[in-house]
């Protein structure tokens, strides 16, 4: 397995895809999609355009859809929930489809959506991740960052670092590109102050501004809930560890 640490959706190579692309947005998409799962989410479809994502849930049964949008860090007009984790309870998303549309993270899932295998990461479901690719064992692995609007973001590097971690250190994988030991070196550096770093960041500093701390520290956790976020069609995402249990 050869690993890959692409900052940015616009870093990506055009010319070729990976085995498995791993879609990052710490804060907060990835970890959203993650949480919403967890708690029962039907699905997870995802959408890089607002419009794309009224006309399509349009015809999807009204009981059984919430529309999720943000733009800037804060909830779309019209939507149902914005793009806070902490909003999406069992009692809010069970059985729904959660359709999705965000400034960055969904970009990144489009980019790489023809990928034979595509799942997203945070840093709360890391330890599943690190389970899947152990087992799985890919060729080639690209972590994929959403940043913010083409630009790098900390946190989306420090989690491919935590996961690039692992499997480099147990020996299931090989570097593939300077920028996962750059990503590595990250993660070891703040492991032990995720809240510290994710406040730091540039997009950690937006949601501050909006008064969003507590998003903050909920996405900073590591490991806390068991799921995988898996695409199952272009776009469409579910929890890869109920489909195969
Ligand atoms: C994004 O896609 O840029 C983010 O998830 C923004 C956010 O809602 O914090």
Partial sequence: ??????????????????????????????TTIATALFAGAEAVQAFSDLDDLFAV???????KRLRAGERGG????????????LNCLPQVVTGKRLFLTTTNGT???K???ASPTVITAAQINRRSVVEYLQ??????????????QGDYSLED???????????????????????????????QQWQSDLVGLLKLA??????????????IVYCAQSDTIDVLPMQQSPGILVNHLKTTS
């Avoid at 870093?11 to 998409?29: F, G, M």
């Avoid at 087992?135 to 913010?148: D, K, L, M, N, Y």
């Fill in 1 to 30: 397995m050869k690993l890959f640490v692409y900052h940015t959706p616009e870093a990506t190579p055009t010319d070729r895809l990976p085995d498995c692309a791993v879609v990052i947005d710490v804060l907060r998409a990835t």
């Fill in 202 to 215: 540039s997009h950690g500093q937006r949601l501050l501004r909006l008064e969003k701390e507590k998003d």
């Fill in 111 to 113: 980019r790489v959506e």
């Fill in 74 to 85: 804060e909830k779309v007009d019209g939507c149902d929930l914005g793009n806070s984790p």
């Fill in 157 to 187: 590097t420090v989690c491919a670092g935590a996961i690039a971690a692992e499997l480099w250190g147990n020996d299931v994988a090989n570097v593939g590109n300077d920028e996962v030991l750059g990503a590595i070196a990250l993660y």
């Fill in 135 to 148: 087992g799985a064992q890919p060729e080639t692995v690209w972590f994929v960052g959403s940043g913010w």
């Fill in 107 to 109: 970009r990144a899932l």
């Fill in 57 to 63: 849930s349009e015809s999807w049964p009204a009981e």
